[in-house]
C-alpha cells in the first residue's frame, strides 16, 4: 500500500523499456506530470523506482550504504568489461580506497604537464589527418569539412592515452590497441546491463579483449619495474605506489583492472561532452568569437601571436568555462544513475508531493532506485529559459546556478571519501558529475582535456556549423549526439 505509483503499461515483463530506451528524460517528465517525483516503472522485469528534483537526486546520490548499493546494480554491467577486485567487484570501502589512489595520480604537477601534451597530439591531428585537408594546405579561403564526433572521438583517444594511461599505450594505439578497445567498448552497452549473459558474438569479443587487456597493461607493469622505471608522471606510476590501508600494494591486475575502468570511464564522457561543446559553439558565431577572444587576451604577445596554453592560466578562463559547464547542464553524458535498493527506502512525504501530499512511500529491497539529474538540469523551477544554451548563465550568481555552483565546488578535491564524512552537494539542481559517495573523480581531467582541445581548435580554425546541434541519441549508455554533425572549417591566418 506503500509503494510508489507504477507506471501505467501494457506488456508484463517488457513494461516501459521502450518509452524509457528511445528518450528517457521525455519519459521521465512525463511520468513526473502524472505521478508525482517518485514513480517505479518496469524494465525487463525490473522494477525501477525514479526520485526526480534535487530531493530525489539526494535520496539517492545520498543514499545510505546499508540502503543503497552500486555495485549490485552495475557489478554484471562493469566487471567483465573492467575486470575481477576493482569498482564494483569489490566491497564499497575497497572502492573508496581506488578512487584516493588514483586521485594521486590526477595531481595538478601531472596536469600541467598535460595541457602541452594535449596541445601536441591536436596539432599532430591536425597536420595529419585526412579531414583536415584543406587545412593542411595552409590556404585560408579554402573551407573543408569533418565529421566531429567521429574525429573528436578519435582524437580524445589520443589525448587520454597520451597523458593518463602513458606512453606505452599511446605507441600501441596504432598496433592494435585501438581495436581491442573497440571490442570492448561494443560490450559495454545498455543490451549488457540488461541482459548480462547472452550467447552472442559480441559478449564473447568482449571477453576475449578483456584478457588481453588487462595482459598488456600486466606487461607494461613488468616492463617498468624490470627496467626500474617508477616515476613515469603517470596513472600507472601514482597507482604502484599506493597501499590499502592494511598495507597491501595493489596486485598488478587490480592496477590493470582500474586502468580499463578509467579508460571506459573517461572515454565517452568526454568524446560527446567536447563535441557538444564544440557543436555549441560553432552554432554561436558571437560566443565562438567571445571565445577567440577570451585567447587573445589572456595569450596575445607583442608580435600578435598566441602564448602556449598552461594550466594555470587555462582554468582562469571564464567563458571556457561556462560553455564547458553549459554543454553539460544540457547534454550530461550520464542520463541514469543506478542503485539496487538493499534494504527498504523510506520516502519523506515532501518527496512524493505533489501528487501524494502526505503520503509516505516505502521503496522496497530488490528495486532497483533512479536518478537523473539531467532532469534537473531542464527544469525551469530552476533555470531560466533552460533550453537556451547560455553560457552566461553562469555569471549570473545567483538563483539554480548558484546552488549549482556550490555543488560544483564541493566536488573535485574537497571530497573526503573516508567513511562517514561524505561530500555535501547532493541536493542539488546540477550534477554532471553525480554526487555522493560515488561522485566522479575526473571532473578536472575532463574540463582540462574539454578546455585544451576546443582551445586549440578554436585558436586554429574558423568553424560554422553544417545543419544545426542534433538531437541526442539515447541508445547507448552515454548520451551521443545523433548523426554525422558535420563542421565546416577554414584555416585561420597565422
Ligand atoms: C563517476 C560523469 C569523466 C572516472 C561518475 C559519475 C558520473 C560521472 C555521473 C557517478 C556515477 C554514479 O554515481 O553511479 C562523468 C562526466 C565526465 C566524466 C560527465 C566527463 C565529462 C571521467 C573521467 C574519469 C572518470 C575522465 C577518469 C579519469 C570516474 C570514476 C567514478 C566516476 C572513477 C567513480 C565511480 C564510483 O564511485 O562508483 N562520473 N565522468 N570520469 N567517474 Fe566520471
Known sequence: PNDPPLVFHWLPYVGSAVQYGTDPINFFVRCQKKYGNVFTFVLFGRRVTVALG??????????????????????????????????????????????????????????????????????????????FFQYQTGDINEWGKFPAYKKLAELIILTASRTLQGHEVRESLHKGFADRYHDLDGGFTPLNFLFPNLPLASYRKRDVSHKAMSDFYISIIEKRRQENRIEEGDMLSALSQQTYKDGRPLTDREMAHIMIALLMAGQHTSSTSTTWCLLHVVANPEIADALYKEQVEHFGQDDGSLASLTYEELKTLPLLDAVIRETLRTHPPIHSIMRKVISDIVVPPTLSAPRDENRTYIIPKGHFVLASPAVSHMDAAYWKDPEEFDPYRWFDQSGAAAAALDSYDNGGDKIDYGFGQVSKGTESPYQPFGAGRHRCIGEQFAYLQIGTVISTLIRRLEMRIEKGVPEHNYQTLITQPQGECGVLYRRRPD
Open 54 to 131: 534535487p530531493k530525489g537526486n539526494n535520496l539517492i546520490l545520498g543514499g545510505k550504504l546499508s540502503e543503497v548499493s552500486a555495485e549490485e546494480a552495475y557489478t554484471h554491467l562493469t566487471t567483465p568489461v573492467f575486470g575481477a577486485g576493482v569498482v564494483y567487484d569489490c566491497p564499497n570501502n575497497m572502492l573508496m580506497e581506488q578512487k584516493k589512489f588514483v586521485k594521486v595520480g590526477l595531481s595538478i604537477e601531472n596536469f600541467r604537464q598535460y595541457v602541452g601534451m594535449i596541445v601536441n597530439e591536436v596539432e599532430d591531428f591536425l597536420d595529419t589527418d585526412p579531414a
